[in-house]
């Protein structure tokens, strides 16, 4: 698992989000390769635990077809350094800085998190990466 450090006022500032608003909501992209959910991968236990306790077993997920989609969103309002966060709180993911070999952690802050009632087809890629405007609008038609 790879985290990245994300910068809540830039993510902002792209996406249009109001000032007035606290945070950015990111959707939530299950990936189309399965390699990455095996049965001894904790993901969707720590994140049901901690943000999200609808969120679908890693068999719904499979039996359902879910790969490929995305299936809701959540309001990411902070990006702390892991060492600002207590570890009995948080699930906490390496992130790579490139060829220094150096390791950095962060957590993310995630105060909301919303189903999807139709899930969206959406190609995927690796790190935080933007939909495209029709996908864009699509969630936002099923969260109006």
């Known amino acids: 698992n790879r ?3 994300l910068d809540i006022s830039s993510l902002s500032a792209k996406s249009g989000a109001s000032a007035s608003r606290k945070g950015v909501w990111i959707a939530i992209h299950v990936s189309s390769s399965k390699r990455n959910l095996s049965k001894n991968d904790p993901t969707c236990s720590i994140i049901r635990l901690q943000c999200w306790e609808q969120l679908p077993s890693l068999d719904e997920l ?4 879910h790969f490929g989609k995305i ?3 959540a309001r990411f309002i902070d990006c ?5 966060v207590p570890d009995d709180v948080v699930w906490k993911g ?3 800085s ?5 390791s950095q952690r962060y957590c ?5 998190v919303r189903a999807l009632e139709r899930l969206i087809e959406c190609k995927g890629n690796t790190g935080v990466w933007k939909v495209d405007d029709q996908i864009a609008k699509q969630i936002y038609k099923e969260i109006a």
């Open 3 to 5: 985290t990245y450090p």
């Open 62 to 65: 499979k039996q359902k077809n």
């Open 71 to 73: 299936i809701g969103i």
């Open 80 to 84: 702390l350094k892991a060492e600002d």
């Open 94 to 96: 390496d992130y790579s």
């Open 98 to 102: 490139g060829g220094g070999g150096k």
């Open 108 to 112: 993310w802050i995630i105060d909301e």
